[in-house]
Every structure is written in structure tokens, then in C-alpha cells.
Nanobody, 122 residues
Framework: VQLQASGGGLVQAGGSLTLSCVAS????????MGWYRQAPGKQRELVAV????????????VKGRFTAPRNNTDNPEIENTVYLQMNNLTPEDTAVYYC????????????WGRGTLVTVSS
């Protein structure tokens, strides 16, 4: 199983950026999927997580600005793609963003994708 994230880059404050993350491999089910971020000198923190059958959870700092939809056009029962649509970005959003998923193959396991850097200039 792999998580492949993409979409990072440089954007001006007030701008928008969309990240995407695709889970691939022998997947039976995805319990949860979402995004964390780690700013320089800070601990990794939750940004948004989608849990199967429940509303998406967002960090207070991104509520109203970020959304994290999921889909899978090939198999809607396994939503293996999660996006992070980021609007009204601020320099405080500058961080390395990591995709995370709890994926069930034979057992449930927590997977991390390689980080993608988002830089917001003032």
C-alpha cells in the first residue's frame, strides 16, 4: 500500500491551493484518510480527517478555509483519494503537509505519504 501526495507549491497570501493524495495497493477498506502538517520548529498537527460514515473533522485554524473531500471514480465503495482544498491561505499555513490513512488490508495499519511543501508568501 502506498500514499502518493501531490500539489504543494508556492502561493501568495490570500490565494488557494489544492493537494491530492491517492492510496494504491491491495486495499480492502479505508477507515480514515486525511492530512497533517508540520511547520518549521513545530510538532506535526492534524489539519483534516475524513472518517468513514462520519463528518470530516477540521482543525480550528483551518475551519471555513479548508475542505477535504474524498472520492474514487473507479470504485466508490473505496474512496481512495482525498483532497485538501485550501483557500484564503496565510503565511501561518506554511508547512510540509502529510497525507495519512488507516487502511485495512488483512489488518488495519496507519500509513503516511511523503510530505509535500506548501509555502505561503506574505
Amino acid at each position: 500500500v502506498q500514499l502518493q501526495a501531490s500539489g504543494g507549491g508556492l502561493v501568495q497570501a490570500g490565494g488557494s491551493l489544492t493537494l491530492s493524495c491517492v492510496a494504491s495497493g491491495r486495499i480492502f477498506h479505508i477507515n480514515r484518510m486525511g492530512w497533517y502538517r508540520q511547520a518549521p520548529g513545530k510538532q506535526r498537527e492534524l489539519v483534516a480527517v475524513t472518517i468513514h460514515g462520519a463528518p470530516t473533522i477540521y482543525a480550528d485554524s483551518v475551519k471555513g478555509r479548508f475542505t477535504a473531500p474524498r472520492n474514487n471514480t473507479d470504485n466508490p465503495e473505496i474512496e481512495n483519494t482525498v483532497y485538501l482544498q485550501m483557500n484564503n491561505l496565510t503565511p501561518e499555513d506554511t508547512a510540509v503537509y502529510y497525507c495519512n490513512a488507516q487502511i485495512v488490508t488483512r489488518t488495519a495499519y496507519n500509513y503516511w505519504g511523503r510530505g509535500t511543501l506548501v509555502t505561503v508568501s506574505s
